[in-house]
Structure formats: C-alpha cells, structure tokens
C-alpha cells in the first residue's frame, strides 16, 4: 500500500490550502485516515483523523480552522485548511489504517511529507 500525499505550498497568513493523499494498493478497507504534522526537533502530532464512518478527531489547535473529509470510493482523505498561520508551517503526513483482505489484521502506513509554509 502507497500513500501519496500533494498539496502544499507557501501561503500568507489568512490564507487557505487544500491537502490531499491518495491511497492505492491492496486495500480491502481504510478503518482511518489521517493527517499528522511534524516540525524539526518535535514529535510529530495529530492534526485531523475521519474514521470510515465519519467520526472525525482534530487538534485543539486547528479547530474550527481545518477540516479533514475522504472519499471512500477512491481511497482518498482531504484537509481543507484555513485562517492559515505562521504556526502552522511544517511538514504535514497523512497516513491510513489499512485492510489488505477481509481476514487480514490493519496495517499503518505512511506517506511522504508535503510542506506548508504560511508566511507574508
């Protein structure tokens, strides 16, 4: 399984992004995706999680700012990002929790960092 994650840039305060990831491979199910940050030094922390059923888990930090969705039928999730701030600027990673086959236990997988840079 791939996760490929697009979508960053560099963006002025106030500004908005869309990041997306796609997943492909052998994929019965996605039990969740989700969207992570990391900056250097740090550990990487939760931003948006949506679970297959649409529950959805968000940072205090980004609440009311970010909104995660998917599309199950393409095995893809979104973060719609807005009021971006200078806070804000690090490498984001999405990841799923994944079912190869019916009888098969989830997998985590990763996918590449995408950057967002929020600055005038």
């Known amino acids: 399984v791939q996760l490929q994650a697009f ?5 002025e305060p106030g500004g908005s992004l869309r990041l997306s990831c796609a997943a492909s491979g052998s994929i019965f199910s996605i039990e969740l995706m989700g969207w992570y940050r990391q900056a ?3 550990q990487r922390e939760l931003v948006a999680i949506q679970s297959s059923g649409g529950s959805t888990n968000y940072a205090d930090s980004v609440m009311g700012r970010f909104t995660i969705s998917r599309d199950n039928t393409r095995n893809m999730v979104y973060l719609q990002m807005n009021s971006l701030e ?8 999405c990841n799923a929790v994944v079912r190869s086959r019916a009888s098969s236990p989830t997998t985590l997988y990763w996918g590449q960092g995408t950057q967002v840079t929020v600055s005038s």
Do not use: A, H, I, S
């Open 86 to 93: 200078p806070e804000d600027t690090t490498t984001y990673y």
């Open 40 to 42: 250097p030094g740090k």
């Open 7 to 11: 979508g960053g840039g560099l963006v």
